[in-house]
């Protein structure tokens, strides 16, 4: 291999691993946390349960997500999401009108987004617990994982 076949190999092996950092090492691109302090975790399984014994579900994904499909008699708040993806977001970045979740702290609310790659429903509970609500469910696998169960939409 003669010099200018050398550089190019160890260039273009020096830029995959600045993509490689980029794209695994930035928080972007990291899943939820397993886990929310004073948020109970739940599946599909779990949340249909939960929905069927009327427990308020909140759905924080944009108007038009919302709008394509959601969890039946899911409400709409969307999370507007400015800061970091990460478990110590700067939540004053973002917004969330919680005066639309009902007034009483002790009611159970159940949220949702889209999936674990997906920050808002970790965010907005956050905000909702924050709040002084007491009973925050956190359907963390979101949407996705309703669909996958076949679990009614609209």
Same mark, same amino acid.
């Given at each position: 291999?003669?010099?200018? $076949?050398?550089?190019?190999?160890?260039?273009?092996?020096?830029?995959?691993?600045?993509?490689?950092?980029?794209?695994?090492?930035?928080?972007?691109?990291?899943?939820?946390?397993?886990?929310?302090?004073?948020?109970?975790?739940?599946?599909?399984?779990?949340?249909k349960s939960l929905i069927d014994s009327g427990v308020k579900v909140v759905d924080v994904?944009?108007?038009?997500?919302?709008?394509?499909?959601?969890?039946?008699?899911?409400?709409?708040?969307?999370?507007?999401?400015?800061?970091?993806?990460?478990?110590?977001?700067?939540? $004053?970045?973002?917004?969330?009108?919680? $005066?639309k979740l009902p007034a009483d702290k002790n009611t159970a609310i159940l949220i949702y987004c889209n999936g674990p790659e997906c920050w808002k429903s970790y965010k907005a509970s956050?905000?909702?617990?924050?709040?002084?609500?007491?009973?925050?469910?956190?359907?963390?696998?979101?949407?996705?994982?309703?669909?996958?169960?076949?679990?009614?939409?609209?």
């Amino acid at each position: 291999m003669n010099f200018n $076949s050398q550089n190019i190999v160890r260039n273009a092996f020096v830029l995959s691993a600045a993509v490689a950092v980029l794209l695994f090492g930035n928080t972007a691109f990291a899943d939820t946390p397993g886990s929310l302090k004073n948020a109970i975790l739940v599946d599909a399984v779990k949340a249909k349960s939960l929905i069927d014994s009327g427990v308020k579900v909140v759905d924080v994904r944009v108007a038009n997500e919302y709008a394509e499909s959601h969890i039946k008699g899911a409400i709409n708040i969307p999370y507007k999401e400015k800061s970091a993806k990460a478990v110590d977001f700067d939540a $004053s970045q973002d917004s969330i009108d919680l $005066s639309k979740l009902p007034a009483d702290k002790n009611t159970a609310i159940l949220i949702y987004c889209n999936g674990p790659e997906c920050w808002k429903s970790y965010k907005a509970s956050t905000a909702t617990i924050k709040a002084g609500y007491k009973a925050v469910y956190w359907f963390r696998l979101g949407i996705p994982e309703w669909k996958a169960k076949g679990y009614p939409t609209e």
